[in-house]
């Protein structure tokens, strides 16, 4: 059986994205598990290799269908923002923002192509995708709209060793993720978590849900969302035969052993715990797509970019997690 195509976007090219990108393309790890196909502009991805000191030999291609896997030449896709702005490493630009999302954009594409079976994402700076006046909270929604997904049936899945952390609500303040909080809201989520984790080989997955409230409000001492919100959700979601429990305390849930994957209600809940555990390893799985999409969750870097010091385990990870799938026309994988 061949190996499976993966597309990296290469982020941020004034980050570290571009690095780690390269160094994953280059890792035994990940050349052993699939075939790598970079997704950026080659100027930004050539100047990183020489700041690092790096030396790969680059085949650039207008389109992903021309991949020659048959050597040890990086493939890289050519996906330039159009304006052809000189990459100044470490800096904030809205140049930079534009061609963060142009590469993960061309990697979709080649996905929804059938030229890849799976996409990976470097980091992307917010602060520089906000200058070019792009609406953007996370990889989700983006993936969102570019495959054609309703934005409230795409949720965000960080993965770490045997871990998976499901957010309802992600890059919001928390006063509007306060307000999110739906039954329905929460029903999807939970419905969306069931259907991914099938997907992802899992025949009968179980899955544990967290409150809102310091210890899941106890009983409404601290707030009523989880007698209003969460159980009526997790109600539903059981009647429907769902394997669901919750709503747990969100400090102690992920101490709790016997799931496939924990449901979190705001950003914080998830990410402090997944980070102080896993930091250089953790990645992020958008579901609820038709795309299998990956992008780590850590940022870019600035101040280490083109020193050579960024280290590729979240990269690495997040690739080589979706390369175990074993039929990616069905998204069947070994989890």
Do not use: W
């Amino acid at each position: 059986m061949s190996l499976p195509r993966i597309a990296i976007a290469t982020g941020d090219p004034a980050g570290i994205g571009p690095e780690i990108a390269l160094k994953a393309a280059l890792d035994a790890r990940v050349r052993n598990a699939c075939r790598p196909l970079l997704g950026g502009d080659p100027s930004a991805v050539s100047a990183h290799a020489r700041a690092t000191g790096l030396s790969p030999r680059l085949r650039v291609l207008a389109n992903a269908s021309e991949a020659d896997f048959s050597t040890d030449d990086i493939n890289l896709l050519d996906v330039r923002d159009g304006t052809n702005t000189p990459i100044r490493i470490g800096t904030v630009d809205a140049a930079y923002g534009r061609a963060s999302l142009a590469s993960a954009r061309g990697a979709i594409k080649a996905a929804l192509a059938g030229d890849v079976e799976a996409v990976v994402a470097a980091p992307q700076t917010e602060r520089s995708i906000a200058a070019a006046g792009i609406a953007f909270d996370g990889y989700p929604s983006f993936v969102a709209r570019e495959t054609g997904t309703p934005v409230n049936d795409v949720y965000l899945m960080i993965c770490f060793d045997q871990s998976r952390i499901v957010h309802a609500t992600l890059h919001v303040s928390v006063r509007e993720a306060v307000a999110l909080i739906t039954p329905d809201r929460v029903e999807r989520v939970i419905r969306v978590t069931d259907a991914s984790l099938r997907k992802l080989g899992i025949e009968r997955p179980k899955i544990f849900v967290s409150g809102l409230n310091p210890h899941a409000g106890e009983e409404g001492l601290f707030g009523s969302e989880e007698i209003d919100i969460i159980t009526p959700a997790i109600t539903r979601a059981a009647d429907a035969g769902i394997d669901i429990t919750g709503p747990f305390g969100a400090d102690t849930m992920l101490r709790k052993k016997g799931c496939d994957a924990y449901i979190v209600m705001l950003h914080d809940q998830g990410h402090i715990a997944a980070k102080l555990q896993a930091f250089n390893r953790t990645a992020g799985l958008s579901i609820g797509s038709p795309v299998l999409f990956s992008s780590v969750a850590h940022g870019s870097a600035h101040d280490i970019a083109g020193k050579g010091q960024a280290d590729p385990g979240a990269m690495i990870e997040a690739i080589t997690r979706l390369a175990s799938v074993k039929d990616h026309r069905r998204g069947r994988v070994t989890a």
